[in-house]
């Protein structure tokens, strides 16, 4: 059974599918978080069904100024304010009458698992966290990446956030494009969320010029340093050319026990969108482990 559901974060309406699994009495519950720019219609709803035929709960939402919940600027990546709808979403999910509030769990896929992450590391009301192909953002990692370039791209963030306090309009720029300027430039991006393999109703092929500063400083890392005692379950590709295989290592290795790191077979990140076997043994991986420990 799937309910549409509508409930606050900040004064904005968030809006999610509640997919309950058939059979009778109080479930553990899994929140599920997505890619960058993506909605609940896409990755996180394909995780949601799946986890929900296992036996979870599941709430897959749009975040704050995507999909048809509210929020502007539109298509603007906020760390912080995901951070907090996380939050409202578990309280929505404890309300209800089909959960166990006592064995809720947070699953993200993508940038979802970073900040599913750090999420889990601040709220005790998580019991498990599970990041599948997950970006995990650290800023000590993108400067040593970058070099001189960091500094370069932190000016010319500040340019665009100036001229919009300034009274400026938002400055966009295409999500994804085969070719040319886009948040996530190339083939691989393109051939989902540019193609029909993505297509969604509330999705844009547009984000905000100010989201690529936040994605330099957004710290989810430090997440695993915190997780303990909570148990982490780490699915990653071992070829994954957008959120890199050295990203998952580094996370399961500063994570504590209980933990568990699972390597998949996939030849580029969005296998772990919506190819098959990919997201199928994903799914098992995180049943497996959730059964354990939630």
């Known amino acids: 059974m799937s309910e549409r559901v509508e409930f606050g974060a900040d004064g904005i309406t968030l809006v999610g599918d509640l997919r309950v699994p058939d059979g009778r009495g109080p479930r553990p519950a899994l929140v599920l978080s997505g890619p960058f720019t993506g909605t609940r219609g896409q990755v996180a709803g394909r995780y949601a069904e ?3 035929g296992a036996g979870y709960v599941t709430l897959a939402f749009d975040h704050r100024n995507w ?10 990546e906020d760390p912080q304010g995901k951070l907090r ?24 896929v993508g940038l979802g698992a970073g900040h599913a992450l750090r999420f889990a590391a601040l ?10 192909a997950g970006s995990y953002g650290n ?4 400067r040593a990446a970058m070099g001189a370039g960091y500094r370069e791209a932190l000016a010319r963030h500040a340019e665009v956030v100036e001229r919009q306090d300034l009274g400026g309009p938002v400055e966009y720029l295409p999500a994804v494009a085969e070719e040319g300027e886009a948040a996530m430039p190339g ?3 393109f051939a989902y969320y540019g193609t029909g393999r993505g297509a969604c109703p509330h999705w ?3 984000v905000t010029r100010a989201s690529l500063g936040e994605l330099l400083t957004v710290d989810d890392m430090t997440g695993a340093d915190f997780l303990s005692p909570t148990p982490g379950l780490v699915v990653h590709g071992v070829i994954d050319r957008l959120c890199s295989p050295e990203g998952a290592e580094e996370v399961y290795r500063r994570m504590e026990e209980p933990k568990r790191l699972v390597w998949l077979d996939t030849r580029q990140h969005t296998d772990l969108y919506d190819a098959e076997p990919c997201v199928t043994r994903a799914v098992e991986a995180a049943a497996e482990f959730l059964a354990e420990h939630l």
């Open 50 to 52: 799946g986890l929900t």
């Open 67 to 76: 999909g048809e919940s509210g929020g502007v600027p539109r298509g603007h």
């Open 85 to 108: 709808d996380l939050r409202a979403a578990v309280s929505l999910l404890r309300a209800r009458p089909e959960v166990d509030g006592g064995r809720i769990g947070a699953v993200g």
């Open 123 to 132: 709220d005790p009301r998580i019991g498990a966290f599970v990041g599948v």
């Open 139 to 142: 800023p000590y990692g993108t």
């Open 187 to 189: 083939p691989e991006p």
């Open 204 to 206: 844009r092929n547009e």
